[in-house]
T-cell receptor, first 113, second 117 residues
Framework: KNEVEQSPQNLTAQEGEFITINCSYS?????LHWLQQHPGGGIVSLFM???GKKKHGRLIATINIQEKHSSLHITASHPRDSAVYIC???????????????FGTGTLLAVQP | EAGVVQSPRYKIIEKKQPVAFWCNPI?????LYWYLQNLGQGPELLIR????????DSQLPKDRFSAERLKGVDSTLKIQPAELGDSAVYLC???????????????FGEGSRLTVL
């Protein structure tokens, strides 16, 4: 079992739909990152979370530390949102953050016009 | 401010040739990562630096791969000799991590796409 699991692996949505991508992890963390990668493109950091909720434009990210779960929401989805969304956690040992990144397998999102 | 800068963006070489990639992280970032990404897959860590110290190189194939981060700023990743299976995108990322409890936001470079013929 992977330490970081994302669901769904693939998601197809119609333009305008509300989208949710989930990330569950089994390790202690100091932070969780949501990343975006367009086909053939570089990786862009969308959010870094250690608690609560963050919002940027049409994107919202939440994290529940007790449940070891995070969600990325996209409101009013658009074809340009089509990309791979990756959840990555920074591990945390008893001695503190390890700065080791553990990546989820990614969610391939396709938003159709 | 410039983001993480990598060069070259693209490199095509024949197998058994050497190749080197360069990364200039965001100014002041103490943590630097080199990742390998194959098509359709997530990044795989090759090496992680905290300042000039390689703190995690367990996934680096040391028989052909080497890396350095002199003075804790720029970093180079070298492959010698390259093999067909090394064709991939090599990503550099950096972050400013304050002590052991505060993790910094992660910034990725555009990547260096290597094709080995």
């Amino acid at each position: 079992k992977n330490e970081v699991e994302q669901s769904p692996q693939n998601l197809t949505a119609q333009e305008g739909e509300f989208i949710t991508i989930n990330c569950s992890y089994s390790v202690g963390i100091s932070a969780l990152h949501w990343l975006q990668q367009h086909p053939g493109g570089g990786i862009v950091s969308l959010f870094m979370l250690s608690s609560g909720k963050k919002k940027h434009g049409r994107l919202i990210a939440t994290i529940n530390i007790q449940e070891k779960h995070s969600s990325l929401h996209i409101t009013a989805s658009h074809p340009r949102d089509s990309a791979v969304y990756i959840c990555a956690v920074k591990g945390r040992s008893d001695g503190g953050a390890t700065n080791k990144l553990i990546f989820g397998t990614g969610t391939l999102l396709a938003v159709q016009p | 401010e410039a983001g993480v800068v990598q060069s070259p963006r693209y490199k095509i070489i024949e197998k058994k040739q050497p190749v080197a990639f360069w990364c200039n992280p965001i100014s002041g970032h103490n943590t630097l990562y080199w990742y390998l990404q194959n098509l359709g897959q997530g990044p795989e860590l090759l090496i992680r630096y905290e300042n000039e110290e390689a703190v995690d190189d367990s996934q680096l194939p040391k028989d052909r791969f080497s890396a350095e981060r002199l003075k804790g700023v720029d970093s180079t990743l070298k492959i010698q000799p390259a093999e067909l299976g090394d064709s991939a995108v090599y990503l550099c990322a950096s972050s400013l991590d304050l002590g052991t409890s505060v993790a910094g936001e992660l910034f990725f470079g555009e990547g260096s796409r290597l094709t080995v013929l």
